[in-house]
T-cell receptor, first 114, second 112 residues
Framework: DAGVTQSPTHLIKTRGQQVTLRCSPK?????VSWYQQALGQGPQFIFQYYEEEERQRGNFPDRFSGHQFPNYSSELNVNALLLGDSALYLC?????????????FGQGTRLTVV | QKEVEQNSGPLSVPEGAIASLNCTYS??????FFWYRQYSGKSPELIMF????GDKEDGRFTAQLNKASQYVSLLIRDSQPSDSATYLCAVNPTNTGNQFYFGTGTSLTVIP
């Protein structure tokens, strides 16, 4: 049973470029949440997708956008990259939208913006 | 405000001792609480979750929740060097579905 998988594992981009990160949720899960974790900080919620729609969004600019596909996999897109976007991007997989639901993280994508 | 506070540490305990990790949260209506372990350079790994006041035990780990005091803790008994990691407290506040707010984490070192 595959867990949460993310790709790529590492990425280096230049300021102003655009990047797409990918996530496949754990088998049986239909909800994908994206988090950004800066060095030395806890993960910060970016947004959440369920039934191919963005359901919740954290305090991130519109440069951050996403998509969910019919097979529940998801993409995170970041436009006009800034140096401050350098972080570990985590995808969390869960079932449904209700509270009291466990979430499992993928291995993350380490994005470096130079 | 939906803040989650943890002491950043570092917390050092000798092998075999009990490690106590603490977390406070600001949203009184928060419903569920999770502890994740994160090794350096890796992603968070779910250790335990707790929804009701009181204690919940799973092997060497015990989560304690006191909603009146807005306080959740994690005890690690018989600490091992492999427990050395950063421990993240995550809270699921009111009306946020299953969105998590995380603390900054407590760094634990278990000394052999």
């Amino acid at each position: 049973d595959a867990g949460v998988t993310q790709s790529p594992t590492h990425l280096i981009k230049t300021r102003g470029q655009q990047v797409t990160l990918r996530c496949s949720p754990k088998s049986g899960h239909d909800t994908v949440s994206w988090y950004q974790q800066a060095l030395g900080q806890g993960p910060q919620f970016i947004f959440q997708y369920y039934e191919e729609e963005e359901r919740q969004r954290g305090n991130f600019p519109d440069r951050f956008s996403g998509h969910q596909f019919p097979n529940y996999s998801s993409e995170l897109n970041v436009n006009a990259l800034l140096l401050g976007d350098s972080a570990l991007y985590l995808c969390a997989s869960s079932s449904g939208l209700r509270a009291n639901t466990e979430a499992f993280f993928g291995q993350g994508t380490r994005l470096t913006v130079v | 405000q939906k803040e989650v506070e943890q002491n950043s540490g570092p917390l050092s305990v000798p092998e075999g001792a009990i490690a106590s990790l603490n977390c406070t949260y600001s949203d009184r209506g928060s419903q569920s609480f999770f502890w994740y372990r994160q090794y350096s350079g890796k992603s968070p790994e779910l250790i335990m979750f707790i929804y009701s006041n009181g204690d919940k035990e799973d092997g060497r780990f015990t989560a304690q929740l006191n909603k009146a005091s807005q306080y959740v803790s994690l005890l690690i008994r018989d600490s091992q060097p492999s427990d050395s990691a950063t421990y993240l407290c995550a809270v699921n506040p009111t009306n946020t579905g299953n969105q998590f707010y995380f603390g900054t984490g407590t760094s634990l070192t278990v000394i052999p």
